[in-house]
């Protein structure tokens, strides 16, 4: 990777520019697609009332649909368009502020739950993002990611790797996250597929998790600070 690369940078302006792109399908996504089972599968696990972070939140909608739940949340994210956007939009009792998600600008044990939808993805040391985010959860409180599964189209942004190109998308897979996670202070509580058409639980169910996680579009790890 050249000096002249920073991933920061590169991360901020790539979703600055993707304000509108993102807006305009995220509600969908919450309400009827890929992310409609993130709330319901948060709430199994973190009371309702709990202080909850959505760390990359982008346009605001889960944030928004985390609210409406019961819980008490606060949007964060590294694009400064995306957070103007979301406190725009942002109904009564939701904020949203710029952070990074390898140095969160919080105190440490500030919170019950996080949520990471697809954002650890878009960090450069995944290790980092991890420590972060134990470092503001109370003990004993919640991390909810949901990571790109190997079948998810937005992993091609990160194919010009094999060509040495500098990328800003990380290519980790779920069972990777799960054993990074278990190594560094996390226990894996619980965990659920998010399929394409054509692939459901029945197909699956009898799998082991490493093959069930394979067939994903993206897969939802529930882990616990230890």
């Not at 980092?128 to 190997?150: D, F, S």
């Amino acid at each position: 990777m050249s000096m002249e690369f920073n991933w920061h940078k590169e991360v901020e302006k790539r979703w600055d520019g993707n304000v509108q792109f993102w807006s305009d399908k995220s509600k969908d996504m919450w309400e009827n697609g890929s992310r409609s089972s993130i709330v319901p599968f948060f709430e199994k696990h973190v009371e309702a009332g709990s202080r909850v972070a959505d760390v990359g939140c982008g346009d605001g909608y889960g944030s928004y649909k985390l609210n409406q739940a019961g819980f008490s949340v606060i949007g964060v994210d590294i694009s400064p368009k995306m957070v103007e956007y979301a406190n725009q939009q942002a109904q009564e009792g939701l904020q949203f502020q710029v952070g990074d998600l390898s140095s969160l600008p919080f105190e440490d044990h500030s919170f019950d739950g996080l949520i990471a939808i697809n954002s650890m993805e878009w960090t450069e040391t995944p290790l980092l993002a991890l420590q972060e985010m134990r470092r503001v959860l109370k003990p004993g409180g919640h991390l909810c990611v949901g990571l790109l599964g190997p079948t998810a189209g937005p992993r091609q942004n990160s194919y010009n790797r094999l060509y040495g190109e500098s990328v800003i998308c990380n290519t980790m897979m779920p069972w990777e996250l799960e054993q990074l996670a278990a190594e560094n202070g996390f226990r894996i509580k619980d965990g659920e597929p998010v399929y394409k058409e054509g692939v459901t639980t029945a197909h699956t169910e009898a799998l082991a998790r490493p093959l069930q996680q394979a067939l994903t579009f993206m897969w939802l790890s529930m882990l616990v600070k230890q």
